[in-house]
C-alpha cells in the first residue's frame, strides 16, 4: 500500500514528507522564541534609595499660625505648607536617614512661590555641612545614623511685599556621587 502524493507546483511530493516538514517547522519557530528569550507581560519594578526623609521621626513645621508637612511614601519627596503673615519666616524640619551604613552625598531641591527667600543649616550632628550650589539646590554629606532626629532646617522667609496667606514649597532629596 502507498501513501498518497499532494500535488503542488506542478510536483508530486509524498503527503507524510509534507506533514514532517510542517511540524518540523513550526517547531523550531517555538523553539527560536524560546532560545531567543522573549518576555511576555509585565515585570514590576522598585528602585530605592538609602537617603530618605522620616514622616513621623521629627519631620515638621515651625513658626507658622497653621502647618502641614507631607513626605511621599518612597521618603525622597515632600510638601510643607504654611499660614504666615507679611515678612515671617517659618522653619521646615527634616529628619532624614541613612539607610546605607555608609557616608553618602545628597542632594536637596527646593521649588518655591516667587518672593520666598529659601535656606538651608544643619540642625544636627549627623549632617556636617550644607553646601549651596544653586539658586535651589543644596548638597550635603550625611553620616550613617539612625538616630530621629532633625537633620536639615530649611528656613523660608516671605518678602515684606508678600500678603499673608498660606504658602507651600516642595522638596526633593536624592543620593549623587561623592
Known sequence: ????????????????????????????????????GRVTG??????????????????SVSGADRALVTVEDNGTAFTASAEVNTGDQFNVNLALANLSGAELV?????????GITLDVVEGGDVIPNAVRTGPFN????????????????????????????????DGTMKQVAK
Do not use: C
Open 138 to 169: 543644596w548638597k550635603f554629606r550625611m553620616n550613617p545614623s539612625d538616630n530621629p532626629s532633625t537633620d536639615l532646617v530649611v528656613t523660608v522667609a516671605l518678602a515684606d511685599d508678600m500678603p499673608p496667606g498660606f504658602y507651600s514649597i
Open 1 to 36: 500500500m502507498r501513501g498518497k502524493n499532494l500535488h503542488i507546483l506542478g510536483k508530486s511530493i509524498p503527503a507524510a514528507v509534507l506533514a514532517f516538514a510542517i511540524i518540523l517547522s513550526t517547531a523550531g519557530a517555538a523553539v527560536g522564541v524560546v532560545l531567543a
Open 42 to 59: 509585565t515585570v514590576g519594578a522598585t528602585v530605592g534609595q538609602a537617603l530618605v526623609i522620616r514622616q513621623v521621626a521629627g519631620t
Open 106 to 114: 545628597g542632594e536637596l531641591t527646593l521649588v518655591a512661590p516667587e
